[in-house]
């Protein structure tokens, strides 16, 4: 059965800091990896999409990486800012074509 | 512009009251989900469904039920058999396989017993 994990589960920065979230998931047979942000009290926003068969994908200030064999994905949030405070939670789809969340970090950017 | 919508924005049920969540969207997607987030749990999937007149049930879909009899709508019913049904519920879309795109997500129905 497919888990997902995101370590930490909070994180507290510096305005202008670059920082790694981190999600690492049990079977690595998926088929893509998706990165989502979630401000209190509402939807999830999506980030990123990265296919199986790819290794990363880049938006603006944000980067996240694929190993499949390894199980992990990060995302990297270059030079950081208040407005970057979130939850970010990653989810993976695998051959029951469901999503498989992590609990998420919750980020706090201070100015 | 295209996106999903759910109402209402907060609901609270009385003992023993079904009580019905909306979600539409115009994103011409096939395949629409629902789940719960409880505080510091991620999401947990109640019901999905592929196409219009077919669904399947999730991780947590006891005392839930839905239907989907157009593409746009999939509406959520929290049954009086959920004893616990104070969350946030989401609403989410993507294409049939769920493979070529992003899901995308409503701003959620925050459901409380009174």
């Known amino acids: 059965k497919q888990e997902v994990t995101q370590i930490p589960a909070a994180l507290s920065v510096p305005e202008g800091e670059n920082l790694v979230l981190n999600c690492s998931f049990t079977d690595s047979a998926i088929y893509n990896l998706q990165w989502f942000r979630q401000d209190p009290g509402k939807g999830l926003t999506s980030l990123l999409l990265i296919q199986s068969s790819q290794r990363e994908q880049t938006s603006g200030r944000l980067n996240a990486s694929l190993d499949k064999s390894s199980g992990r994905s990060t995302l990297y949030i270059a030079a950081s800012q208040p407005g970057d405070s979130a939850t970010y939670l990653c989810?993976?789809?695998?051959?029951?074509?469901?999503?498989?969340f992590g609990t998420g970090t919750r980020l706090k950017v201070l100015a | 512009d295209g996106g999903i919508t759910q109402s209402p924005k907060y609901l609270f049920r009385k003992e023993g009251q079904n009580v019905t969540l909306s979600c539409e969207q115009n994103?011409?997607?096939?395949?629409m989900y629902w789940y719960r987030q409880d505080p510091g749990q991620g999401l947990r999937l109640i019901y999905y469904s592929q196409i219009v007149n077919d669904f399947q049930k999730g991780d947590i879909a006891e005392g839930y039920s839905v239907s989907r009899e157009k593409k746009e709508s999939f509406p959520l019913t929290v049954t009086s058999a959920q004893k616990n049904p104070t969350a946030f519920y989401l609403c989410?879309?993507?294409?049939?396989?769920?493979?070529?795109?992003?899901?995308?997500f409503g701003d959620g129905t925050r459901l409380s017993i009174l």
């Open positions: 989410a879309s993507n294409t049939q396989d769920g493979l070529r795109g992003p899901q995308h």
């Open positions: 989810a993976v789809i695998s051959g029951t074509y469901k999503y498989i």
């Open positions: 994103l011409n997607h096939d395949a």
